[in-house]
């Protein structure tokens, strides 16, 4: 059974730092791209960032751009999301994702396979 699980969410103040974690089980995805999708009360689920297979390729939504890093351990089946510069408004519950295969990025979430359950961020002003 696939399990993605996220851990390092938290409560921080602005311009403070945050590190999420994505452990991933039941079988490996060094082959699929990783993405990190977020989701704030009222709002649709939007994209954050992606990162290939082999982690030579990212994207980033324009609102997180210079101020968040993604990246990937494929030996522990893990994914990072280093959340610098925080701002209120990054505040929603963050989603780490595996995209189906054949695919370098992943903003949309009809391209996600998997979903893990989900850690809260939120940033107080």
């Known amino acids: 059974q696939v399990q993605l699980v996220e851990s390092g969410g938290g409560l921080v103040q602005a311009g403070g730092s945050l590190r999420l974690s994505c452990a991933a089980s039941?079988?490996?995805?060094?082959?699929?791209?990783m993405a990190w999708f977020r989701q704030a009360p009222g709002k649709e689920r939007e994209f954050v960032s992606s990162?290939?297979?082999?982690?030579?390729?990212?994207y980033y939504a324009d609102s997180v751009k210079g101020r968040f890093t993604v990246s990937r351990d494929n030996a522990k089946n893990t994914e990072y999301l280093q959340m610098n510069s925080l701002k209120p408004e990054d505040t929603a519950v963050y989603y780490c994702?595996?995209?189906?295969?054949?695919?370098?990025?992943?903003?949309?979430?009809?391209?996600?396979?998997?979903w893990g359950q989900g850690t809260q961020v939120t940033v107080s002003s």
């Open positions: 994702a595996v995209g189906k295969p054949g695919y370098f990025g992943v903003r949309l979430t009809t391209l996600v396979n998997y």
């Open positions: 039941g079988r490996t995805f060094s082959s699929r791209v």
């Open positions: 990162i290939s297979a082999d982690g030579g390729i990212t």
